[in-house]
Structure formats: structure tokens, C-alpha cells
């Protein structure tokens, strides 16, 4: 052994063997680095180099629907036909044949598109799909149809869930979590685009949180191409799971320029669970009106930072009665924080109804915490919010000019004309300056303060009075409570100097 280490210590080279060497070791670094870079742009590209495998995964699960409404003719319709027309004997005999209203009902059909949650029939698409069909049915990928039965539909998310009645397990597909899916990411779309059959298009994830117009929107964006006849249909991951359910598009021309909307599976399998237990949505109720806290609000209330969701009104239900008030801002709810009033809106509404929990409140500077027991959404949407007004009797009317308004301080007659509830008390605006800030933020002829810095007013000189403490404060804004038609929200006002 030690004469082999010293034969190994003694070894010599070259200049020749020396260079050899370099270009070898040269050569084999240029080889790793080659193939690391490879990787890396392999990585960043991220494409599949097929959708192939996932989509014949999938295919079997994805749906064609077909729904049958029967349109009933109209008894009123007539044949426009000129008097003394050579036609008007022909027109008269065929309505004597007909009878009245000259046609029979027709059947009219749809297409959609939708996928199989369980091998037991549970079937997902969109409300619009089947809203008002008569008849539904259901063509699978391997060319068999089968009749489906409406389970339940929410029309706020446009969900609706079916079920068939099948004697084998039928193929279907996992809901996966939406949350993860990130910018850039792959997604494959399926379904039924303008009836020509079952069909894949490709593409990324364009964005995330959408809203078009509910109040539970969360969207995902996409530029995979949908069409008439791919709502309902899914919008898989590349492992082969539901992201989300293919909606709506935005489109000048009603096809795809590759800005399509799918609802977020985090949205739609909580909906789907309560529609098949329960054949009906059953979401939480807060009991509160909200508005955003924009930037102006946060620095008249005094907010380190712009997040939460302002209380406006508060009606009997389950805030009223744990305490919350108007004016507050509420910054968590069940221990999640609040970033905006429309994501209160979603989380409330995904909360158990009858749970009780936590909600922080920002109020006169402090945070507060209280216990609220949900109350169920469904049952209190037509629920009236009234004006409130604490009895007291307002000063006799005067008319003042004061940032950017006319204000007069209510009276019985102005309450009538304004149709104010009884007993409210506060600044009616006569006029508005269209020069003003007033009317820029929206303040408009028969809107009403009620509050000014979150305290009620009764006359021009409790206003007068919050302007001077805010000046005092060191606060550029005042927060006014404004009632139109009955609706408040809260507005803020510079104050000047």
C-alpha cells in the first residue's frame, strides 16, 4: 500500500499531457453547462410537448347536454296581409286550419356543455345551460345519451348540478384547488363549442380573481378558446383536475378572441356539495350593508392601512344584535383577515350557517372583537333595511353653502318630498356644485347626511362642528353617512383649511 501512494506521488506529466487534459475537462464543462441550460429553458418554457394523454384522461367525463324547452305560440299573432291582396283568401284559410293564434307550440333547443363528478351521475354545468328546460339530455364520449334530472341550480355563480341514471360506474373527474393555480400557468378546455362535438383547446391562466357581476365572482381568466356551446364545461389543470367551470366570454362578436371566464372550483365545489345535500344554497348572512374602505375613508377614520369593509347600515339580524354598528370597519371575520368588502362578501356568504364567529371591528380608533352567530342569506334577501333616526326634532330649516353643496337640516315637509321615514334626522343637499369634490364623489339634489365624522347630525352647526375637529385632528377629510332613496353609504370629504 505505501508503495503504490509514493508510485502515484511520483507520477509526472507533460506540457502535451497537460493541454490534453484542459481540453477534456473544457469539453466536459461546456457538455454539463449545454445540458443545464437546457433544463432551465425546458423548465421556464414549461409547455407539454402534447395535450394528447391528458386529454384522451379526460375525454370520457366531459359531456355534451342537450336541453328541450316547449315555447308556446302566441294566440295574439296575425299575418300582415293587404287588404284586397290576392293572398288574403289563401292567409284566412290556413288560420281556419290552424285555429286561433294559427301555430302549435314549438320545441326549441339548446346546447351546453358539463362533466361527470361521480360514477353515480352527478353531472356539473352551468345554471344558464338548463335554466328553464323541459328536457335534458346527456351525450357521452362514447356516442351513448342518457336523460338527466335537474338536482339544483344557484344562479348567482351560474352553477347547476344534474343527475343520470346510469347501470355501469361512469368515468369521472376531481375537483382540484384552485387556489394554487398561478399567472401562466396550463390549462386545457373541453366541451361543446357551437354544437360541433366534443372538442380540447389549450392555453394559460391570464388571471386570477375576476369579478363580471355577482357578488361571489371568482374567475379565472383564460385565453384557451371558448365558444358559444362551451359553458359548463370544464377547464382541467395539467393533472387532470377541474379548476374551474367554463362561463362566459368577453367577445365583440360573440367568439372567442381569447378572454374567457371559468368559475373557480373553490367556489363551485361548495356550492355543489349544498346543492346535492340540500337541492339549494345555504349561505351565511352577516346581516350588514359594506362599501369599500378607499383611501380618503382610511385617513378621515384614522386607518394605519386601506383594507377591511366599512358598515354602513345595520338592520335586525345577527350583527345588530352582537353589536356591530355603523361606522365600523371590519377587519377580520372567523380569524381570516378582511382585504376588501367584496371579499367579506364571499367568505361570509362560504361560511356554515348558525356558526358563531369572531369579527374585529375598527372603531373610534380601537379594535374591538365580537361574537356573531350567522343567520342564512336565502331567507333574509328580501328583508327591508329601514332608515334609522333617533326621534329627535331637527332646528327650524335654514339654507347654507358649505363644501361644494346647499344644505338644508330636515323637516317634516322635506322627509315627504324626500320620502324619508319619519323621525330621520340630518342634512338634506339642496345643490350640488358640478365644480365641487362633492359631485365628483357622487353626492347629488336629494341625497341625505345623516352623519358626519360618525356621529349623527341634526342641524347645519353639528356639521360645522365635526369640520372643526377634524381640522384639529390634523385630518384632511370628513366621513359622511349619505342615505339615497334609502341606501347609505359613506363618502369623505377634504375639509380644507
Same mark, same amino acid.
Given at each position: 500500500m505505501t508503495q503504490a501512494v509514493t508510485q502515484a506521488r511520483a507520477v509526472t506529466f507533460t506540457p502535451q499531457d497537460t493541454r490534453a487534459g484542459l481540453r477534456m475537462m473544457v469539453m466536459a464543462l461546456m457538455g454539463a453547462l449545454a445540458i443545464m441550460f437546457q433544463t432551465i429553458a425546458a423548465e421556464a418554457r414549461g409547455a407539454p410537448e402534447s395535450f394528447a394523454d391528458l386529454a384522451d384522461k379526460v375525454s370520457p367525463a366531459v359531456v355534451n347536454i342537450t336541453t328541450t324547452t316547449v315555447v308556446e305560440a302566441s294566440t295574439n299573432q296575425q299575418p300582415i296581409v293587404p287588404e284586397g291582396s290576392p293572398f288574403e283568401d289563401f292567409f284566412r284559410d290556413f288560420m281556419e286550419r290552424n285555429g286561433p293564434g294559427g301555430q302549435a307550440p314549438r320545441r326549441s333547443q339548446a346546447l351546453g356543455s358539463g362533466f361527470v363528478i361521480s360514477e353515480d351521475g352527478y353531472i356539473v354545468t352551468n345554471n344558464h345551460v338548463i335554466e328553464g328546460a323541459d328536457e335534458i339530455e346527456i351525450e357521452f364520449f362514447e356516442g351513448f345519451t342518457l336523460p338527466a334530472t335537474l338536482v339544483g341550480t344557484d344562479p348567482k355563480t351560474d352553477i347547476a348540478v344534474l343527475k343520470v341514471d346510469s347501470e355501469q360506474p361512469l368515468k369521472f373527474v376531481p375537483f382540484g384547488d384552485s387556489d394554487v393555480a398561478r399567472v401562466g400557468d396550463w390549462v386545457m378546455a373541453m366541451g361543446n363549442p357551437l354544437g360541433q362535438g366534443f372538442s380540447v383547446s389549450a392555453g394559460i391562466v391570464s388571471q386570477r380573481g375576476r369579478a363580471l357581476s355577482g357578488a361571489y365572482d371568482d374567475y379565472i381568466q383564460t385565453d384557451a378558446a371558448i365558444n358559444r356551446g362551451n359553458s359548463g364545461g370544464p377547464l382541467f389543470?395539467?393533472?387532470?383536475?377541474?379548476?374551474?367551470?367554463?362561463?362566459?366570454?368577453?367577445?365583440?362578436?360573440? *367568439?372567442?378572441? *381569447?378572454?374567457?371566464?371559468?368559475?373557480?372550483?373553490?367556489?363551485?365545489?361548495?356550492?355543489?356539495?349544498?346543492?346535492?345535500?340540500? *337541492?339549494?344554497?345555504?349561505? *351565511?348572512?352577516?346581516?350588514?350593508?359594506?362599501?369599500?374602505?378607499?383611501?380618503?375613508?382610511?385617513?378621515?377614520?384614522?386607518?394605519?392601512?386601506?383594507?377591511?369593509a366599512l358598515v354602513t347600515d345595520v338592520p335586525e339580524g345577527p350583527s345588530k344584535e352582537a353589536g356591530i354598528e355603523s361606522g365600523d370597519v371590519i377587519l377580520s371575520f372567523d380569524g381570516k383577515d378582511v382585504e376588501d368588502d367584496r371579499g367579506l362578501v364571499r367568505t361570509v356568504g362560504e361560511t356554515e350557517v348558525g356558526k358563531a364567529v369572531r369579527v374585529v371591528v375598527f372603531r373610534d380608533g380601537k379594535t374591538k372583537t365580537l361574537m356573531v352567530t350567522l343567520g342564512r342569506r336565502e331567507e333574509a334577501e328580501n328583508t327591508a333595511f329601514p332608515s334609522e333616526g333617533d326621534g329627535m326634532t331637527p332646528q327650524a330649516p335654514e339654507t347654507v353653502s358649505m363644501m361644494g353643496m346647499t344644505l338644508q337640516p330636515l323637516d317634516d315637509t322635506l322627509r315627504e318630498e324626500l320620502g324619508v321615514s319619519a323621525g330621520t334626522t340630518g342634512l338634506a343637499v339642496v345643490e350640488v356644485d358640478e365644480a365641487s369634490e362633492a359631485f365628483t364623489k357622487g353626492l347629488r339634489a336629494g341625497d341625505v347626511i345623516t352623519e358626519a365624522g360618525q356621529q349623527k347630525l341634526t342641524s347645519l352647526s353639528d356639521l360645522e362642528a365635526r369640520i372643526e375637529e377634524a381640522q384639529e385632528a390634523g385630518r384632511k377629510t370628513v366621513l359622511l353617512l349619505v342615505r339615497r332613496a334609502g341606501e347609505p353609504r359613506f363618502v369623505a370629504l377634504g375639509v380644507g383649511e
Open positions: 389543470n395539467m393533472d387532470g383536475q377541474v379548476i374551474g367551470v367554463n362561463t362566459a366570454i368577453l367577445s365583440p362578436n360573440g *367568439g372567442s378572441i *381569447g378572454i374567457g371566464f371559468s368559475m373557480a372550483s373553490n367556489v363551485v365545489t361548495k356550492v355543489v356539495d349544498q346543492l346535492k345535500e340540500f *337541492g339549494e344554497t345555504r349561505r *351565511g348572512w352577516l346581516g350588514v350593508r359594506i362599501q369599500r374602505v378607499t383611501d380618503d375613508v382610511a385617513e378621515a377614520m384614522g386607518l394605519e392601512e386601506v383594507k377591511g
